[in-house]
């Protein structure tokens, strides 16, 4: 990693792929990742970890399955969230957004457990084919 300043838009110009998260830095055993997101990811869970979402730029809807029920909050440019471990979810983001999070180093995009991953997504690592 870099013990220099990085530039959050130097990082997400340098790649197209869609889904598919970069480590841009670590903080202790926690990567901080960032993605450019557009329509729809799976539905999933992390068993053991919360999940921290920063939108940089558009807008990212979550859904969740909570016991009250399933909703879905819409966060903004400058939002953030943090999804509670062991509740699934699923984000999406209807017109693109570039996103940051922060979990666990190894953290697997899909979850623990997840629905049936698309054909144009590795299901060991949960990054998109073809970047």
């Known amino acids: 990693m ?5 530039l959050l838009s130097d990082a997400l110009a340098s790649f197209d ?6 480590i841009v830095t670590r903080v202790n055993d926690y990567d901080v990742r960032i993605a450019k997101v557009e329509g729809e ?3 999933h869970v992390h068993d053991d970890t919360d999940e921290f979402f920063l939108v ?13 029920g399933e ?3 819409l966060l903004p440019q400058g939002a953030v969230f943090t999804v509670p471990r062991g509740t699934e979810h ?3 983001a209807p017109t693109g957004a570039a996103i940051l999070m922060f979990e666990p180093a190894g953290t697997l995009t899909v979850g623990d457990r997840h629905d ?3 054909d144009h997504v590795d299901s060991t690592t949960g990054h998109a084919l073809n970047p």
Do not use: N
Request: hydrophobic content about 35%; overall charge negative; charged content about 30%.
């Open 41 to 43: 990811h799976i539905w």
């Open 17 to 22: 792929a869609l889904w598919s998260p970069r």
């Open 71 to 73: 909703r879905t909050v």
């Open 116 to 118: 049936e991953v698309p």
């Open 90 to 92: 699923k984000p999406y």
């Open 56 to 68: 940089i730029d558009g807008e990212l809807h979550i859904s969740l399955r909570e016991t009250e």
């Open 2 to 6: 870099s013990h220099e300043p990085i």
